[in-house]
């Protein structure tokens, strides 16, 4: 059980469609943190969540974004209404969540919205 | 807000060569600062941090980065760059112990010639 997995790695989508991805955080990590990085930039910061609970969702875009994490491990990002801007890569990392700790990124999913 | 800049978006370097790859930030408070590095189709992968302590900071793969705080810069430094290292590479800065204010620069794409 080394790193952080995400699934799928590429999805491909209608405009309007929904769509879940999924982040297996390491094991034992409390943290967990949503990114979306579009090309020929920087990850940008979704939400966070601390176990079960999200401790700082103000970098999700609209309303139509939305995050779990029910039993503290696996998370799903949702995406509802899909629009060709959403499409990028979303990346997610996990972190032991005590003092200043590295995050750990998993290899991402690509989503494009045609 | 914080914020961070690379004010390169491509560093070329010969094989052997030191390499330099810069960042800049911008923090109300002290900073925590980052370093990760991407490889095509890859998730980011962590470098080096800087949290407190000897301004020089030793990470993996023989990269070392200085902290300024004077020049608010945590500059990406090696002494013998290799072809393997061609990537791209991002700064971030956090503020807070948990790391949810992480925020990434653009990236610098580090070309390393034979």
């Known amino acids: 059980g080394a790193g952080v997995s995400q699934t799928p790695s590429n999805k491909v989508t209608e405009k309007g469609k929904y769509v879940e991805l999924r982040c297996d955080p390491i094991?034992?990590?409390?943290?967990l943190y949503w990114y979306r990085q579009s090309l020929g930039q920087g990850p940008e910061f979704l939400i966070y969540?601390?176990?079960?609970?999200?401790?700082?969702d103000s970098g999700l875009p609209n309303d139509r974004f939305f995050a779990v994490r029910p039993e503290g491990s696996v998370s799903t990002l949702k995406i509802q209404r899909t629009e060709r801007g959403d499409s990028a890569v979303y990346l997610c990392?996990?972190?032991?969540?005590?003092?200043?700790?590295?995050?750990?990124f998993g290899p991402g999913t690509r989503l494009t919205v045609l | 807000a914080q914020s961070v800049a690379q004010p390169e978006d491509q560093v070329n370097v010969a094989e052997g060569n030191p390499l330099t790859v810069k960042c800049t930030y911008s923090?109300?408070?002290?900073?925590?600062l980052f370093w990760y590095v991407q490889y095509p189709n890859r998730g980011l992968q962590f470098l080096l941090k800087?949290?407190?302590?000897?301004?020089l900071v030793k990470g993996s793969y023989g990269f070392e980065a200085e902290f300024n705080k004077s020049q608010t810069s945590f500059h990406l430094k090696k002494p013998s760059a290799l072809v393997s290292d061609s990537a791209l590479y991002f700064c971030?800065?956090?503020?807070?112990?948990?790391?949810?204010?992480?925020?990434f620069g653009p990236g610098t794409r580090l070309s390393v010639l034979p």
């Open positions: 969540f601390q176990g079960t609970g999200a401790a700082d």
């Open positions: 990392a996990s972190s032991s969540g005590q003092g200043i700790d590295t995050q750990y």
């Open positions: 800087y949290i407190t302590g000897d301004n």
């Open positions: 094991s034992g990590h409390t943290a």
């Open positions: 923090v109300s408070g002290n900073p925590y």
């Open positions: 971030a800065v956090s503020l807070d112990n948990y790391g949810q204010n992480f925020v």
